[in-house]
Nanobody, 121 residues
Framework: QVQLVESGGGLVQAGGSLRLSCAASGRTFSMYAKGWFRQAPGKEREFVAAISWSGGSTSYANSVKGRFTISRDNAKNTVSLQMNSVKPEDTAVYYC??????????????WGQGTQVTVSS
């Protein structure tokens, strides 16, 4: 059974920080690109950030660039998203995802169940 399990969501004040983590189990994801999408109420799911299997390449949505940082630990099979200077518009369910290649990350092979992030103003 392949699983991606997110943790670290919660309530944070605007301007604060939050760190999301995603643990992979069921198979080795060390060679997979990993990252995050989010979905706000009434909106479509959108890309947030992604990182290549080696960690050498990263990609960010313009809306989070300079505020969020994605990283990974292949030894622990985890990927993290450090969220700084959060804004109310960052409120959403955040989903971890994995894809065989960074180039195809917009159509991931695997999804997590999501973790809620709420930013209060």
């Amino acid at each position: 059974q392949v699983q991606l399990v997110e943790s670290g969501g919660g309530l944070v004040q605007a301007g604060g920080s939050l760190r999301l983590s995603c643990a992979a189990s069921g198979r080795t994801f060390s060679m997979y690109a990993k990252g995050w999408f989010r979905q706000a109420p009434g909106k479509e799911r959108e890309f947030v950030a992604a990182i290549s299997w080696s960690g050498g390449s990263t990609s960010y949505a313009n809306s989070v660039k300079g505020r969020f940082t994605i990283s990974r630990d292949n030894a622990k099979n985890t990927v993290s998203l450090q969220m700084n200077s959060v804004k109310p518009e960052d409120t959403a369910v955040y989903y971890c995802a994995a894809s065989e290649k960074l180039a195809t990350f917009m159509a991931p092979d695997y999804w997590g169940q999501g973790t809620q992030v709420t930013v209060s103003s």
